[in-house]
């Protein structure tokens, strides 16, 4: 059914409300890259989930009980500075694809926090003058997987945009099927990305807008950089660390992201639009979550590779900044190097390893040597490290939990002992060790089974497993017996879902 269109109110003051900044810095740059956009709202919007934990970080916790606060998350209102868009372009799938964003994301605009001042962004209140032939909707069922990785990603540890509020309605929203719209609320401290930038760059070469946005940023969000020698150079080389790091986080829990286009880049190194990612299940390096990537471009594997080739197109977009592509391209030199550090101890971590003097390298081939294996026995990715976390060093110990995941055993036997030896060697205390690794080997990641039997509830209009996933998924580190089922394999039916660009 289609309700009624609902009106569109400006917002009278309610208890606790954000306290919205005078001029958000993105309108400063006004057009061509932010134009004043009004929402097209939800009609007979509910509440699907709401986070009460980053509400009270936010200072947003009483204003969030309220209608005032489900009248504006749905599109219904306006904050008194307007709601705006921006534009971006990028390359999907390796491709120049032009302008093809934001149809559908605007910014309420920005609010001032006791952890500094954040955007707000609701997704999926109507069309924009960018919206290209969508129509400016998000459907329920991509709203809960977006809302749940956001938060399951945070709790993590991993440097994410988060999610606020999840808003539902009756209204329909034609996709494959016809399913219900949803608008998803977003929070960071920006949404820029690499396609803001290649915008200017590709589509409308606009040498000015791309030094004005460069400025901004610089003087907002890198702020170190300014004033600094070859500030365009220099931010491009710490976007490339950011990534990098980010990169070396996402392969060590197994995340893929599904669709790394580079208008999903976060220029802030944040993991940004959440859509047909997946956490792994089985290990296969070659693992590709979107059903939509016909060619295994994003497969996880692949990413941090994919990660690089995007801070090029980032790179080559800023070279009038900089003097040309070479000057641009030398101020990536920086990724693989950070990208390798980081991932190295990462897995140090996931292994339980101090670092020894003169241990690295071994200690590096000790753990792909695992992942070797583990790719090889199919064994699954999260649970393989967390009953690591459980092995014990002693000579005669069998450590069958662990053991049991493997198909050739003896194999797995000759890699335990190398283990245990380097574990002697740095005089490792089993229960000590132990617990330090399940600070870094999550019990519990959003695999795609998770989502979907919380997706199916929702879309019967129970909300209550979407609610359960969230408030799991805040401690992932955390043994929660009352959990345990969410901590296991992926049942068998998992295997035959398939998540796409759909949404
Ligand atoms: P995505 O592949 O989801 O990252 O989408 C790329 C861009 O396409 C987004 O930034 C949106 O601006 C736009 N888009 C996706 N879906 C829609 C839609 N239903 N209506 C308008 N624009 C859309
Ligand atoms: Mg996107």
């Not at 994410?160 to 999840?166: C, G, M, N």
């Not at 808003?167 to 960071?188: C, D, F, H, W």
């Not at 392969?251 to 993991?271: E, I, K, P, R, Y």
């Amino acid at each position: 059914m289609n309700a009624p269109e609902p009106e569109l109110h400006r917002l009278a003051a309610a208890r606790g409300a954000p306290r919205w900044a005078e001029r958000p810095w993105f309108a400063t740059l006004g057009a061509p890259l932010a134009r004043p956009v009004a929402p097209l709202g939800l009609p007979a919007p509910h509440w699907v989930v709401r986070n009460g934990s980053l509400a009270a970080e936010l200072g947003l916790a009483d204003w969030l009980q309220g209608d005032a606060a489900l009248q504006l998350l749905a599109g219904n209102a306006q904050p008194r500075g307007g709601t705006w868009a921006t534009v971006y372009s990028g390359h999907q799938f390796g491709v120049w694809a032009g302008q093809l964003g934001d149809g559908r994301a605007l910014l309420l605009g920005e609010i001032e926090t006791a952890q500094g001042p954040f955007e707000l962004q609701i997704k999926g209140a109507g069309r924009t003058p960018y919206s290209r032939m969508g129509d400016g909707r998000a459907v329920l069922r991509s709203s809960i997987r977006e809302y749940l990785c956001s938060e399951a990603m945070a709790g993590l540890g991993i440097p994410t945009t988060r999610a606020l509020a999840l808003v539902g309605s009756p209204l329909a929203v034609r996709r494959e099927e016809i399913e219900s719209a949803a608008v998803v609320t977003r929070v960071a401290p920006s949404f820029l990305r690499f396609g803001h930038f290649e915008h200017f760059a590709h589509s409308e070469p606009d040498t000015a807008a791309l030094r004005a946005l460069a400025d901004a940023a610089i003087a907002r969000f890198f702020a170190a950089l300014a004033g600094g020698p070859r500030p365009y150079e220099a931010l491009l080389a710490e976007v490339a660390r950011r990534t990098a790091h980010l990169l070396a986080q996402w392969q060590a829990v197994g995340f893929c992201h599904g669709v790394m286009n580079t208008d999903n880049m976060s220029l802030l190194g944040l993991t940004i639009d959440y859509g047909p990612f997946g956490f792994l299940d089985a290990f296969e390096p070659g693992h590709v979550c979107n059903h939509s990537d016909s060619e295994g471009r994003y497969a996880w594997a692949r990413q941090p590779g994919v990660a690089l080739w995007n801070l090029h197109a980032l790179a080559y977009a800023l070279a009038p900044l900089v003097g040309g592509p070479e000057q641009a391209r030398a101020a990536l030199e920086g990724y693989e190097s950070a990208f390798g550090d980081a991932f190295g101890a990462a897995l140090a971590a996931k292994l339980g390893l101090r670092a020894l003097a003169g241990c690295e390298e071994q200690d590096r081939t000790l753990a792909d040597d695992l992942l070797q294996r583990m790719a090889a026995d199919r064994a699954d990715f999260s649970i393989t490290f967390r009953r690591l976390a459980g092995f014990v060093s002693a000579p005669d110990a069998a450590n069958e939990a662990l053991r049991d995941l493997f198909v050739d055993r003896a194999a797995f036997d000759a890699w335990a002992r190398r283990y245990a030896e380097r574990l002697r060697a740095e005089s490792s205390i089993d229960a000590e060790r132990g617990a330090r690794m399940c600070r870094v080997n999550p019990k519990y990641v959003l695999r795609n089974h998770l989502a979907e039997t919380a997706i199916r509830r929702a879309r019967a209009g129970d909300f209550a497993e979407v609610q359960r996933l969230a408030r799991l998924l805040e401690r992932p580190y955390d043994e929660q017996p009352e959990h345990e089922a969410d901590a296991g394999f992926a049942p068998e039916w998992a295997a035959s879902l398939e998540v796409s660009c759909s949404s």
